[in-house]
């Protein structure tokens, strides 16, 4: 997949749609369009040990690994289901992303 051409965006509600995490929901925390992977809360968590730093205990941290943005499907904020997303262009030229279901504009 070529650089920023994700379906996935920080913001947005996903739903994984296999491995370990499989049905689980969450919101996109941090994109990687290099890596065309995405951060998504409390979904594939790993435990991370931390070196004690100056002041800072070390200690088990655990925190959402990126997962590959292929895994995961968008939910539409109008109608509350995964859906597949196709493209639309605003009366301004403006390309975003559209639910594929309901059609409604999912970038605003
Ligand atoms: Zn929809």
């Known amino acids: 997949m070529?650089?920023?051409k994700m379906h996935v965006k920080k913001g947005d509600?996903?739903?994984?749609?296999?491995?370990?995490?499989?049905g689980k929901k969450g919101k996109v925390l941090r994109s990687y369009p290099d890596e065309g992977r995405v951060m998504v809360e409390g979904i594939?968590?790993?435990?991370?040990?931390?070196?004690?730093?100056?002041r800072v205990q070390g200690g088990i941290n655990e925190q959402p690994a990126p997962v590959q943005s292929s895994n995961l499907m968008v939910i539409?904020?109008?109608?509350?289901?995964?859906?597949?997303?196709?493209?639309?262009?605003?009366?301004?030229?403006?390309r975003v992303r559209a639910c594929k279901k309901c059609g409604e504009n999912i970038d605003k």
Do not use: E
């Open 2 to 4: 070529s650089k920023g």
């Open 13 to 22: 509600q996903v739903v994984v749609l296999s491995g370990k995490d499989r």
């Open 44 to 54: 594939n968590i790993v435990k991370k040990h931390t070196k004690p730093k100056q």
């Open 76 to 94: 539409c904020p109008a109608c509350k289901a995964p859906t597949r997303l196709g493209r639309m262009q605003l009366k301004d030229g403006t």
